[in-house]
């Protein structure tokens, strides 16, 4: 997921100075070598290797700006030095934490305990949840009449206003439309002791 993410976004800076680097375990410090304050750096790294680059530099990276991937290294989930909380920004099509530990508790907790799942991967287990809520709801609407173009139509028809839809920023559906989450926020730490994951600035829509 990574790597291709990487692909697209050097696709779309194309024409701009940007300059892309490799993961080396052996010399994790080496991709942000040389990085001034007014560079940004975009990392696709997964929390170990996060975690990895941040134990080599914990001073931090050298930039004004770090944007990470709340996908492959959930903010809360990464136990960074200060200096990196700091300027870290987590892009995430899903809920901040706090949303997701409140408003998701009312469907989420029961459901996994009734079909007895873990929720250590509360992130994770919360999508699953709201396409399980969603397909099963959208089946009993249809009474019967089985067939793939009224499933579409009862899903795009649905409330996705609902507790079980608090996994992700907004979802909704047209007529034609496939991808219910479209949109998406920043997420970073809080001042002034930058140990709560809040959402920074306004929603991100394509």
Request: hydrophobic share 45%; charged share 20%; proline share 6%.
């Amino acid at each position: 997921a990574g790597a291709a993410a990487a692909r697209l976004l050097d696709a779309e800076l194309d024409g701009l100075v940007h300059e892309t680097r490799a993961w080396k375990p052996e010399a994790p410090a080496s991709l942000i070598a040389d990085l001034q304050p007014g560079d940004a750096l975009v990392g696709w790294l997964g929390a170990a290797e996060l975690r990895q680059l941040a134990n080599a530099q914990a001073q931090g990276p050298g930039t004004t700006l770090v944007f990470l991937s709340a996908q492959l290294a959930p903010a809360d989930k990464t136990d960074l030095p200060l200096a990196w909380r700091k300027n870290a920004r987590w892009i995430s099509a899903h809920s901040d934490p706090s949303r997701l530990y409140g408003k998701g508790v009312i469907g989420l907790t029961p459901w996994a305990q009734h079909m007895r799942l873990p929720l250590d991967e509360r992130s994770l287990m919360s999508q699953i949840y709201a396409a399980t809520y969603y397909f099963a709801d959208a089946l009993a609407r249809m009474r019967g009449s089985w067939n793939r173009e009224y499933l579409l139509e009862t899903l795009e028809n649905a409330d996705f206003d609902r507790a079980a839809g608090s996994a992700y920023v907004s979802l909704s559906l047209a007529p034609g439309q496939r991808e219910a989450a479209k949109g998406g926020h920043l997420l970073g730490f809080a001042e002034p002791d930058f140990s709560q994951v809040v959402i920074i600035g306004d929603r991100l829509t394509p």
